[in-house]
């Protein structure tokens, strides 16, 4: 037993037993539940009788009884009695000890001695063997004895615990149930509001005529303290309100003899029976008999009512007076184990045990009043784990408000402060206390290995040597922009604390190296001790808001004068506290200040009177001004089917839609709830008063923000909103709705309100066993709509709705009938049950403009005709102009897959009968390879398909035959495909008329995911240009918002992510007559421009369409040039090289590709390459004559160089006019004019020459070589001569040889692993385990010569800034440049002249001397050099990095006299002469102090290289910085930080945050 449990808690006596000769100290226990010795109490008494508890203030009657009859704590009276009765043993035991010395066995005398000497020795030995045994025996017995008593005792204890604790469930349960009854028998307490109805009318008058007088009397007193104020009030009826008698007998006082015959009656006998027959202890089967005494009627302590002071309600703490009965009337009910019960069962009983309601049928005896008065309530917590609890306690509004007396804690606006109980103050000082003795310990220190995350619990120093608690709100990492969740604490660089016991927040800023230890300083964490003990703690700071009080001005919002008046009316004193209600985390309450006559001043009254806030009441639009609404939703077009998803419904009359072709609405919620953050924080957008049909943004399942409508104000402070996006109306506080921004109107509501047509209700109204059965086919589901009628009201669309079948190639099925069919609804006169009408083809068109109807409709789908023939391959037809078709797969412009429309009712026929043949079919053990034909089953449907490869894993890749996409299917999904079902309804086209951009002959990745995104799965229209090459051009148009036909050629051009083809038109020339026209001569083929075959097409059907030129002319008309079909040639690739044999060699690097291929020739092939290049000029003398050539079957070519000698190459692809060409004995990949290739293989017997490699070891990041390794590998490796070690060679010729290329002894996979381009392949695992070291390290045979060359300069050194004053001096600066709002470049203006050479004089020489200056030729970072600027000049900059090394190179500058970058090439580079740079720099780079980028911005064009920061703050700031400013150093480390001011003394950065471009740090 600890020393705290017996001793007393409020001044440390020891608690004493009563005895016959001691007077004892015992414990009592008060009505609060407090507990206290009889010795405090005693001194605590009041002559009346009461005793105030020094914990909670509540007042406790004693009566004439006094101390000794109130109850004593049974738990603390057990233990004392415990300890008596273990002392009483430990000294029994002494004595026994102390006989036991004193009773030992005396000696013997000399003749019993004489006589055992006589005794024989065999006696003696019998004897000794006898003590012997029974001393083993006496062990054995106290061991056996030892065991026995320890084991009952334990499994005593053990047998005590278990039955106590199912005495314990059993009795919760019984309590659990008594709850339930109490809790339906309180409900039944509804009869009483209607017997007191008249009274209440009369409270509402007289609190009328209440609030009237103490309004006047309080204008009477301002008036009188201040007579000015007689001209702004009405005087007159404020004296006649004064003067007004108070008559007593116009109020009906009547209702105050009323009574109810409701009364409460409980059975003890019946319920000690009860407690008998159900709650009992068995022995087995046996049940054991307890006897109970009977126990009191306790009628008179129920109805007993507790006493109160101070003229309000007292707060019941820990179970409260009827806890304090419940513990006596256990006393009484006696139970076994009953001194194990737990304090939890000690603490905690039924008000009553059995109720009954009963209705008397005469008037009875007056009940008490009293008894219909609200129990005593616990004081109003935020805290979570109260939150149930204090629900409960809230007044209904038709009891009275809950009164408690608090202190003004923390104010942040009148709706938004915190209060703290005025009886917790010692509370608090306790909690200081033990927080304080937390953070002695060293263990609450941070250390390198700890944690902080949001939302943890802190100790903070907010006074002096005072430690608080605090919640972590926002934490920022040191590197960071945007707020982490958790971070080291030795790289916490912000973060903000909010004080739960005040209700205030708190940023701390940490810089420097050692934040561990200025984190320390302040902040100390909180281990699991200290956790568990704050556990029980609750935050003792309410946070609350006074009901009905909105600010005077609504679009301001709370003044700075209402919260200071606040401040000063209420003070530190305590007040009075009316407890209205709450608002989810927030009381609705009003305190009242007690003034010097003894009235009670209500704080929101004063606000109203002095014109700082007004009463809350809803508004409704003036006549003149309309509130601004959303635009009305899209309708979907009049008999076209369109893919939706049910948001919301009522009935199948009456529910909402939203179309999913529109991707705009996901982007618009997230911006919502960025820019109005977290539901629980501030806002300057908060609605004080709504108006009718307002437009706002309202909060959504208390988690998400929304766009809203108000629709009316069902009482209070609630209101009836309508979320346009979703259609349904939910009710909630004002305090959740948010003005909304202009950016939010330019999407239209989303919701569409549609009703289903053609079916009508069975009876009068819809059954809710329909609508229940509508919303689970509907609601939160994807369906088809087909809107029948467009109502030019706003009232709800008649459609059709179809479920969304998994199964394209079947029938939707209609909503409305599968009700018609369940008989929960009937069908119109005019809709009969049968199919659906055709319905017009959707068109998937990308968003480009707003979306308008259509030009082309789409045609009904014909009606299959089964006897037709089955077409099971595609088959152009007759007229390749405006074909209709659906995108089913995009690769890149150059490949895109199409089904023409016409054919779908073929590939529905195909479909069906793969289903009839494969859908039963068992798996057969195929033995699948490459390009062999299957039925592939793919989600379901059985489809066409072509195996393209297989994996061991019995994975295969299937290419689906009819839609062009591959999908990775198991072999148990594949059937072999009957041969008479082989082919394809599908046409592989590209684009025409376009070529990749950049210069590029791939299409990039962007281009390719940017028409897959929008073409995939789209309806266009096709027109195909040629048909006999594949795949086949074509140009694709699709329709747009505006129902306005785009080419997506031409959509691509516009985009930047394609070129126009480069082609040359022929002038038309006009036909001749048939008189003069004659045999023209044949075209040269060389003076024929290369032509798209698309551009030819259109020429032609211009000249086709041309009105032909009389023939009164008698010059004749050559005839028009035509282009001949192009020359099929086709030629083989040149031979596979000879490669080197493994071991170590020497080879020369002649080419690096861009995907990391190494090209090398061996000596042996550098001279032969040199013998082919003659033999090369030997076969071509001339240049070929041009024709157009077919490339498609073209490899081996010969192509004439930059050099215009021909080498050998082979043709990769054709990039219009260019041919992108291979050269096979270098490894070097060009685009070459088609001029200069001819289709034509030279010394084909010659093996190519150099030999593709690939690094040994290494894995490239990402998977492929990055252009910046393969620049790396360039500067390295081209036209060297290096070490290699073949590693591998491959299987086949044309492969890559595993090599390892040795540079200066230095492998070249070590530098890319060094320079972080490659990781280590991990079956190699280390370096260690391939060294390769070649035999001899020798250098590269390179005839050097040094001749001339001169020692390297040596760097002058870097600039020197100015000196600035110390800090805290003003001094006057001028900007030089700015980089972003908070970070300029200044220069100071009353910087001391020199005696000497000024710098702008200097300049001026050295620009006069520019051309003597040599160039700069080392360029180390932050070294001085002379660069050109855009005047032609030369100024002071130094270097700061290589912007561009590719195509040529460009470093990037800075100007340190005016703080602005340049990219510059070398050749705009000087050596700075040594006399510019004892020269300080003229532009200081300075952080401005003050401010910090804004936390929500809603503007969109963003500063590229610090998007933090808005392009409109960066333009306000430049105009704010204009002219001679004023500064002052507040920091130097880790930047100088300065703070300016205008000439006037104001901050510059106040405009800037005053229109919210920026916050204040």
């Known amino acids: 037993m600890t020393d705290a449990a017996v001793t007393c808690k409020n001044c440390g006596l020891l608690y004493i037993l009563p005895e016959d000769e001691v007077v004892g100290n015992i414990p009592h226990v008060l009505l609060c539940g407090h507990i206290f010795c009889t010795v405090c109490l005693r001194a605590l008494e009041s002559p009346q009788g009461f005793i105030t508890c020094p914990e909670c203030q509540m007042c406790t009657n004693v009566g004439e009884e006094g101390v000794d009859m109130l109850q004593v704590d049974s738990r603390i009276i057990g233990l004392l009695y415990t300890t008596k009765m273990n002392t009483k043993k430990i000294r029994s035991r002494e004595g026994e000890k102390q006989r036991a010395r004193r009773f030992r066995s005396p000696t013997s005398s000399p003749h019993l001695l004489q006589q055992n000497t006589e005794m024989s020795a065999d006696k003696l030995e019998v004897l000794d063997e006898a003590l012997c045994e029974a001393t083993e025996n006496l062990n054995t017995l106290d061991s056996m004895h030892q065991t026995l008593v320890t084991g009952i005792q334990m499994k005593m204890a053990k047998e005590k615990s278990r039955i106590t604790k199912e005495i314990e469930d059993c009795v919760e349960k019984a309590m659990g149930v008594l709850r339930e009854r109490k809790a339906m028998l309180m409900t039944e307490l509804s009869n009483l509001e209607q017997l007191f109805s008249t009274g209440r009318d009369e409270c509402l008058k007289v609190d009328e005529r209440r609030k009237e007088l103490r309004m006047a009397i309080q204008k009477a007193r301002h008036v009188r303290q201040v007579p000015s104020l007689g001209t702004y009030c009405h005087l007159d009826e404020i004296l006649k309100t004064l003067q007004t008698p108070v008559d007593a007998k116009s109020y009906d006082t009547s209702c105050l003899t009323l009574c109810s015959r409701l009364r409460c009656v409980l059975h003890m006998d019946s319920l000690t029976e009860s407690v008998n027959n159900t709650l009992y202890v068995m022995d087995g089967n046996v049940k054991l008999m307890s006897k109970v005494p009977p126990v009191r009627q306790p009628a008179k302590r129920m109805c007993r009512q507790p006493v109160r002071s101070r003229g309000h309600t007292t707060g019941e703490r820990r179970g409260g007076w009827s806890g304090a009965w419940d513990r006596r009337a256990r006393d009484d009910l006696k139970l ?868 215009m000698l021909w080498y050998r190459g082979q043709v990769q692809e054709v990039i219009g006019g260019h041919v992108k060409v291979q050269y096979v004995d270098q490894g070097i990949v060009e685009n070459i004019p088609v001029c200069h290739v001819y289709p034509v293989v030279l010394c084909e017997n010659v093996p190519q020459l150099c030999v593709p490699c690939q690094l040994n070891g290494v894995v490239p990041v990402g998977s492929s070589w990055q252009w910046d390794a393969v620049a790396l590998m360039k500067e390295l490796l081209l036209s060297r001569s290096v070490g290699v070690q073949v590693m591998e060679l491959p299987d086949n010729p044309q492969g890559l040889v595993t090599v390892e290329i040795i540079l200066d002894g230095m492998a070249l996979s070590r530098i890319m692993v060094h320079h972080q381009h490659a990781t280590i392949d991990p079956p190699i695992g280390s370096f260690e385990d391939y060294i390769v070291k070649p035999p001899v390290p020798d250098l590269d045979d390179w005839d050097l010569n040094t001749e001339g060359l001169e020692e390297p300069h040596t760097i002058l050194g870097v600039y020197t800034n100015p000196k600035l004053p110390d800090k805290g001096k003003h001094f006057h600066v001028r900007i030089k440049h700015i980089r972003t709002p908070n970070e300029v470049f200044l220069c100071l203006v009353d910087a001391p002249a020199s005696e000497h050479e000024t710098l702008e004089e200097a300049l001026k020489q050295a620009n006069a001397d520019i051309d003597t200056l040599p160039q700069l030729t080392d360029f180390p970072i932050e070294g001085p050099c002379l660069a050109e600027y855009s005047d032609g000049k030369y100024y002071r900059a130094k270097l700061l990095g290589f912007s561009n090394l590719s195509p040529s190179l460009k470093i990037l500058v800075r100007h340190v006299d005016f703080g602005s970058d340049d990219i510059l090439p070398p050749c705009k580079l000087r050596r700075l002469p040594p006399s510019l740079l004892r020269f300080p720099c003229e532009a200081v780079c300075v952080q401005l102090a003050g401010f910090k980028p804004p936390r929500v911005c809603g503007e969109m064009e963003r500063i590229s290289y610090r998007p933090e920061w808005s392009m409109k703050s960066m333009l306000e700031m430049i105009d704010l910085l204009h002219g001679t400013l004023r500064a002052v150093v507040t920091a130097i480390e880790p930047h100088i930080t300065v703070v300016l001011h205008n000439a006037d003394g104001t901050l510059v950065h106040v405009p800037l945050v005053e229109k919210g471009l920026a916050d204040y740090e």
């Open 336 to 1203: 076994p184990f009953a001194g194990c019960t737990s304090k939890k069962d000690s603490t905690f009983s039924p008000n009553v045990i059995i109720e009954e309601i009963i209705e008397e049928s005469d008037s009875g005896t007056e009940r008490d009043g009293a008894s219909l008065e609200p129990k005593h309530r616990e004081r109003p917590n935020i805290h979570p784990r109260n939150r149930k609890a204090f629900k409960d306690k809230i007044p209904s509004p038709q009891s009275k408000a809950l009164q408690e007396w608090v202190v003004l804690s923390h104010v942040v606006n009148p709706t938004h402060f915190y209060v703290r109980h005025a009886s917790e103050h010692k509370a608090g000082v306790v909690l200081a206390k033990k927080v304080t003795n937390y953070c002695s310990d060293e263990h609450s220190h941070f250390t390198l290995k700890d944690e902080v995350k949001t939302g943890m619990l802190v100790f903070l120093k907010w006074k002096e040597d005072v430690w608080f608690r605090a919640l972590v709100c926002e934490l920022f990492q040191k590197g960071c922009l945007e707020c982490v969740t958790q971070c080291p604490a030795s790289e916490v660089a912000r973060l903000r604390v909010f004080f739960q016991d005040y209700g205030f927040s708190k940023c701390l800023t940490f810089s420097g190296e050692g934040v561990l230890s200025e984190l320390n300083v302040c902040m100390r964490k909180a281990d699991d001790t200290a956790l568990a003990e704050m556990h029980h703690w609750a935050p003792q700071a309410i946070k609350c808001s006074l009901k009905d009080i909105i600010p005077s001005d609504l679009v301001k919002g709370w003044s700075r004068e209402a919260v200071e008046e606040m401040r000063q009316m209420i003070g530190l004193n305590a007040v009075e506290m009316q407890v209205f209600g709450e608002d989810r985390d927030t009381l609705l309450v009003d305190l009242k200040k007690a003034s010097v006559d003894g009235t009670q001043l209500s704080l929101r009254e004063h606000l109203v009177f002095m014109e700082l806030a007004r009463f809350y009441s809803p508004l409704s639009a003036s006549g003149g001004c309309k509130p601004l609404q959303f635009y009305p939703p899209v309708y979907p077009q009049l008999n076209t089917e369109l893919h939706a998803v049910v948001s919301h419904v009522n009935t199948p009359s009456d529910f909402y839609i939203q179309l999913v072709d529109n991707m705009e609405f996901l982007l618009l919620n997230s911006k919502l709830q960025d820019c109005y953050g977290p539901p629980e924080s501030e806002s300057e957008l908060q609605i004080y008063c709504p108006v009718q049909a307002q437009a706002c943004v309202a909060l959504y399942d208390n988690k998400d923000w929304c766009r809203a409508q108000v629709t009316g104000f069902p009482g209070g402070r609630m209101v009836e909103v309508q979320y346009v996006d979703f259609g349904n109306k939910k009710t909630l506080s004002v305090n959740d709705l948010r003005q909304i921004k202009d950016d939010f109107f330019a999407l239209p509501a989303m919701a569409v309100w549609c009703s289903l047509t053609d079916v009508l209700s069975v009876g009068d109204t819809w059954s809710e066993e329909c609508i229940q059965v509508f919303r689970k086919l509907t609601e939160q589901k994807l369906v088809i709509v087909v809107a029948t009628k467009i109502l030019p009201i706003p009232a709800a669309i008649p459609v059709h709705l179809y479920e969304v079948s998994q199964n394209f190639t079947e029938l939707p099925v209609s909503i409305g009938e599968i009700l018609v069919k369940k008989g929960l609804a009937s069908l119109s006169k005019q809709a009969p049950l049968n199919e659906p009408p055709p319905l017009e083809a959707a068109v998937w068109d990308p968003p480009l403009n707003e979306e308008k109807p259509m030009l082309h409709s789409a045609e009904p789908m014909p009606p299959v005709d089964e006897t037709s023939e089955l077409q099971l391959d595609l088959t152009l037809p007759a007229c390749l102009k405006d074909l209709r078709v659906r995108v089913t797969h995009v690769t890149s412009p150059g490949f895109i897959c199409v089904q023409l429309l016409q054919f779908d009712a073929q590939l529905k026929r195909i479909h069906d009968l793969l289903k009839r043949e494969y859908s039963k079919s068992d798996m057969q053990d195929v033995d699948w390879k490459v390009d062999m034909h299957c039925a592939a089953n793919v989600n379901g449907v059985w489809e066409r398909g072509r195996v393209c490869s297989m994996s061991s894993s019995n994975v295969s890749e299937v290419l689906r035959c009819d839609f062009g996409n591959t999908v990775k299917l198991h072999i148990n999904s594949l059937r072999p495909l009957l041969p008479e079902l082989v082919g394809s309804l599908l046409l592989e086209c590209c684009l025409s008329d376009i070529r990749p951009a950049g210069g590029r002959s791939t299409w990039t990745a962007t281009a390719c995911d940017f028409i897959s995104f929008y073409l995939t799965g789209a309806t266009a229209i096709m027109t195909v240009k040629d048909s006999s090459v594949s795949p086949v051009p074509v140009s694709l148009y699709c329709s747009n918002r505006s129902g306005k036909e785009v080419s997506l050629a031409d959509f691509l051009i516009s985009e930047g992510l394609a070129l126009r083809e480069r082609s040359v038109r022929v002038p038309p020339t006009p036909k001749p007559s048939p008189a003069v026209r004659e045999e023209p001569e044949p075209v040269s083929q060389e003076a024929l421009p290369v032509q798209d075959e698309c551009v030819l097409a259109l020429e032609e059907s211009g000249l086709k369409n041309e009105t032909q030129i009389p023939s009164c002319s008698s010059r004749p008309k050559p005839a028009p040039r035509t282009t001949p079909p192009p020359e099929r040639v086709k030629t083989q690739a040149y031979l596979p090289p000879e490669l080197p044999p493994c071991g170590h060699t020497r080879m020369s690097i002649s080419a690096i590709s861009d995907n990391g291929v190494i090209y090398a020739m061996t000596p042996q092939a550098e001279c032969e390459f040199e013998r082919l290049k003659d033999c090369l000029q030997q076969h071509i003398k001339t240049l070929p004559r041009q024709k157009h050539y077919n490339w498609k079957g073209v490899l081996g070519c010969a192509v004439m160089g930059s050099d």
